[in-house]
């Protein structure tokens, strides 16, 4: 079973299309169709902290690796047009998402999955999570032209020293800083303003104010940061990782969010000796107004139907599990706020 015939999808969405039984926590479905491209030989690329790198072939069948904490069943692509379409009534995804992966045909079979998807169902945008390794200008300039409303490349490491580490030849990884960066201002050019965007993980050896740095750099071109919280992977070579700093996550969270959408600017907020937020360049009572409203805690990623700054790619759990949620896939309460607001750890 393989690409472009098969696709692997989310646990969530397999759960939301009836595919397997079960149910999430607080939230009854993923809005966004998150699909993957799949291939026997499975993805060539060797991240430290991914459930898909190259090292564990000799250790599990690669159509079985966790990806992002959760198992992504393979299904007919076909099947799951069918399901979408017989479910619309409900209004259950307001967006499909292809994620490409490090092999030779994947950029191929994206273009079928994507010319497929518009054919099928139009009224549901497509973004690409793409894979800037195998990618020239030219592969973008088509995916706009078939259809594609945003475009992301998972850049996740914030410093060119982790991304090494992490990702390139530190790893036996083909992946390279340079080629990612060159990807994201082809995405700025072609897509344009508010239609691409980068992903970023946070808590991999990177201070808050190196990662909120490259924040502000994707919002400099016209883009949108998707932050996840770094969870290690079971398998993965950062397996023996600790999870983020609660405090980081959050207030990284909250900068990321000032940046992206209330037209705060990295320059007006300060960090201490280690890199750390101590201002985030609002008045107080304007501060607390925006921690009130949880957004900045919600999963953040591309837009659906509510508002430009809430994600209708919610990856319910991806990044924590239930009972200490990172990135929240559902409007907070004030209970949820409240332990946010601790966890930030502000004088």
Same mark, same amino acid.
């Given at each position: 079973?393989?690409?472009?015939?098969?696709?692997?999808?989310?646990?969530?969405?397999?759960?939301?299309?009836?595919?397997?039984?079960?149910?999430?926590?607080?939230?009854?479905?993923?809005?966004?169709?998150?699909?993957?491209?799949?291939?026997?030989?499975?993805?060539?690329?060797?991240?430290?902290?991914?459930?898909?790198?190259?090292?564990?072939?000799?250790?599990?069948?690669?159509?079985?690796?966790?990806?992002?904490?959760?198992?992504?069943?393979?299904?007919?692509?076909?099947?799951?047009?069918?399901?979408?379409?017989?479910?619309?009534?409900?209004?259950?995804?307001?967006?499909?998402?292809?994620?490409?992966?490090?092999?030779?045909?994947?950029?191929? *079979?994206?273009?079928?999955?994507?010319?497929?998807?518009?054919? %099928?169902?139009?009224?549901?945008?497509?973004?690409?999570?793409?894979?800037?390794?195998?990618?020239?200008?030219?592969?973008?300039?088509?995916?706009?032209?078939?259809?594609?409303?945003?475009?992301?490349?998972?850049?996740?490491?914030?410093?060119?020293?982790?991304? %090494?580490?992490?990702?390139?030849?530190?790893?036996?990884?083909?992946?390279?800083?340079?080629?990612?960066?060159?990807?994201?201002?082809? /995405?700025?050019?072609?897509?344009?303003? %508010?239609?691409?965007?980068?992903?970023?993980?946070?808590?991999?050896?990177?201070? %808050?104010?190196?990662?909120?740095?490259?924040?502000?750099?994707?919002?400099?071109?016209? +883009?949108?940061?998707?932050?996840?919280?770094?969870?290690?992977?079971?398998?993965?070579?950062?397996?023996?990782?600790?999870?983020?700093?609660?405090?980081?996550?959050?207030? #990284?969270?909250?900068?990321?969010?000032?940046? *992206?959408?209330? +037209?705060?600017?990295?320059?007006?907020?300060?960090?201490?000796?280690?890199?750390? #937020?101590?201002?985030?360049?609002?008045?107080?009572?304007?501060?607390?107004?925006?921690?009130?409203?949880?957004?900045?805690?919600?999963?953040? +990623?591309?837009?659906?139907?509510?508002?430009?700054?809430?994600?209708?790619?919610?990856?319910?759990? +991806?990044?924590?599990?239930?009972?200490?949620?990172?990135?929240?896939?559902? /409007?907070?309460? /004030?209970?949820? #706020?409240?332990?946010?607001?601790?966890?930030?750890?502000?004088?």
């Amino acid at each position: 079973m393989r690409s472009p015939a098969y696709v692997q999808l989310s646990t969530a969405a397999a759960i939301t299309l009836g595919l397997i039984p079960g149910r999430m926590y607080r939230t009854p479905c993923t809005h966004c169709l998150n699909l993957l491209v799949t291939y026997p030989q499975g993805c060539r690329a060797n991240c430290a902290y991914c459930g898909l790198a190259r090292h564990r072939e000799e250790n599990r069948d690669y159509a079985d690796r966790n990806f992002i904490r959760v198992d992504w069943p393979t299904v007919s692509y076909d099947d799951i047009i069918a399901r979408v379409k017989q479910g619309d009534d409900r209004g259950q995804f307001q967006r499909m998402c292809i994620s490409q992966i490090t092999h030779p045909d994947s950029d191929a *079979d994206t273009f079928v999955l994507l010319e497929k998807w518009v054919r %099928e169902l139009p009224h549901i945008p497509v973004s690409i999570l793409s894979n800037p390794t195998t990618l020239a200008r030219d592969d973008l300039l088509r995916m706009k032209d078939l259809g594609a409303e945003i475009f992301t490349v998972a850049l996740d490491a914030a410093t060119p020293e982790i991304f %090494e580490r992490t990702r390139g030849r530190a790893v036996a990884s083909p992946h390279r800083w340079e080629k990612y960066w060159q990807v994201i201002g082809w /995405a700025a050019e072609i897509f344009g303003p %508010e239609r691409f965007g980068a992903h970023l993980i946070s808590g991999m050896g990177e201070t %808050e104010q190196e990662f909120l740095r490259v924040c502000q750099q994707i919002r400099d071109l016209g +883009g949108h940061n998707h932050l996840f919280a770094f969870f290690p992977e079971q398998g993965s070579l950062m397996e023996d990782w600790a999870p983020v700093d609660r405090g980081q996550w959050r207030r #990284v969270q909250l900068a990321r969010y000032l940046i *992206d959408y209330r +037209g705060v600017r990295l320059d007006a907020m300060a960090f201490d000796g280690r890199g750390r #937020v101590v201002d985030f360049g609002m008045t107080r009572a304007e501060l607390e107004a925006v921690i009130d409203s949880g957004l900045p805690f919600r999963t953040s +990623g591309c837009p659906g139907k509510e508002a430009e700054d809430i994600s209708a790619c919610n990856r319910p759990y +991806g990044d924590s599990p239930p009972g200490d949620i990172c990135s929240f896939p559902f /409007a907070l309460d /004030a209970g949820d #706020v409240e332990i946010a607001r601790q966890q930030m750890k502000l004088d």
